[in-house]
């Protein structure tokens, strides 16, 4: 019996592994890469529009929309957190307003930090080989890290990874992969 119920775990596991990574890239998220691969703005530029009046930008995002879509930037400016959208397209900033919830996560990350935002994504890029599909900024400290998801072989793999910059040095890592 014992032997039996050890078998079925393991079929339970693997099935459960194997229906997680057939499920894969969701529609939202294939359409929001297909958004960020078409738009004139890339995520480095919607992040350097966001912080042309000294602001810092602590998480990145694409949401589609009939037009393409709009670049959903969350930065600290003069202590108050905000969202800005940013028309894929054509650069424009189309709203701001107060950063609630999950907007608003992640700020504290860039407090002493010893690299901003931007550079953390461009280093995941060149890591990557592809844009950012979106990033967030998380830990304080020794710990601040940016989360970022690259977009991989034109859109059929997202590549997670994890940046930080300690010891002077940045630090890269692979933490996951899903087509």
Do not use: C
Not at 118 to 128: F, M, P, S, W
Request: proline share 1%; net charge negative; glycine share 12%.
């Amino acid at each position: 019996m014992q032997h039996v119920r050890k078998h079925v775990l393991v079929f339970a596991l693997a099935l459960a592994a194997t229906t997680a990574s057939a499920a894969g890239i969701d529609a939202g998220d294939r359409a929001e890469m297909a958004a960020v691969l078409k738009a004139s703005i890339t995520p480095a530029k919607a992040l350097e529009i966001a912080q042309s009046d000294g602001s810092r930008a602590f998480a990145l995002g694409l949401e589609t929309a009939g037009n393409g879509g709009y670049y959903e930037v969350s930065i600290l400016r003069n202590h108050a957190k905000l969202v800005l959208h940013i028309d894929a397209n054509s650069g424009k900033v189309l709203s701001s307003g107060a950063a609630h919830g999950e907007e608003g996560q992640g700020a504290e990350a860039l407090v002493g930090a010893k690299f901003t935002f931007a550079d953390a994504i461009v280093q995941a890029e060149l890591a990557g080989g592809g844009p950012a599909l979106e990033a967030s900024a998380g830990g304080r400290g020794e710990q601040a890290h940016v989360d970022v998801d690259i977009i991989q072989g034109r859109g059929a793999r997202i590549a997670h990874y994890r940046v930080s910059m300690q010891a002077g040095k940045w630090q890269v890592s692979l933490i996951g992969t899903q087509s």
